[in-house]
């Protein structure tokens, strides 16, 4: 069973990777897109790549690139059966003196320029998660002061005002690197990150269960967070990824989860003086009312 294989893929592929979006949406200089391979590439391929004026994504399907234009979770994402398993690898150029908040309007440009996306709002009420301050109130350490980080923005555009953030991944987890010294390491039974805001952290977390996690902890600072699970914990908590993004796992890959209690992810948020509640609440969702399978020739 090759699950951690596919879990990570889907980790890859739903990091969040960028700051807040600002119109007006400007487009790349030039951009490539092809359909990816049948697999995953060997070593875990998978991935994106911001450097500068480069920025190459590889084995994305059509759903995560459109929650990542538009800065959505990937269940906020509504529309064609095929969204989920149609996938491309894009390589683009951006503008000289570029920074973060403009790299997703270019995505966004892209979709409706290549694709012809023609997209509308709405809102759907989901069954949730809310992360909360436990009883006793936070015990979460607070990142060092010096270079200091928008906890809106969780990276920092180089000194040039490129774009530089990074996601690798391989047989042993996922890591992503933001810049300005915040980042996110998911591997051997072990979540640790640095320089975290509350909604990029519930944004991982979200990643893990079965249902969507949003942020109601009222926290605004960031923080250095690390969590430790079981194996049966963390295995599961790979799984629901993968299915979140849409992967086809194994019948022996489901079966996985039915050994998971997780316990030790809620004994884990309680060391920081947070827990998880179910609740029900409205969310925004964005609606493909039109798309070709299909871009135009490059």
Known sequence: MNVS?????????????????????????????RPSGPQPPSQ?????????????????????????????????????????????????KVPAGTGRDQVRPMLQSLLEDRFQMKTHRDSKEFAVYALVVAKGGPKLKESPKESPLDPADPGAPSQGGGVN??????????????????????????????????????????????RPVVDMTGLKSTYDITLDFTPEDYMAMMIRSAIAAGVVLPPEAMRALEGASGDSLSAALQTLGLKLESRKAPIEVLVVDKMEKMPTEN
């Open 5 to 33: 294989r596919w879990a990570v893929c889907a980790l890859l592929v739903s990091a969040p990777v960028f700051g807040q979006t600002a119109p007006p949406r400007p487009e790349f200089e030039v951009a490539s897109i």
């Open 165 to 210: 953030v990074s996601a690798q991944g391989g047989r042993g987890g996922v890591n992503v690197n933001y810049g300005g010294g915040s980042s996110v390491a998911f591997a051997n039974n072990r979540f640790e990150g640095r320089k975290l805001s509350m909604p990029l952290f519930t944004e991982w977390l979200g990643r893990f269960m079965d």
């Open 44 to 92: 875990l391929g998978v991935g994106l790549h911001i450097d500068g004026a480069q920025v190459t994504i590889n084995y994305f399907a059509l759903r995560d690139y459109i929650a990542m234009a538009y800065d959505l979770k990937i269940y906020q994402v509504s529309g064609p059966d095929w969204l989920p398993s149609t996938r491309f690898d894009i390589a683009a």
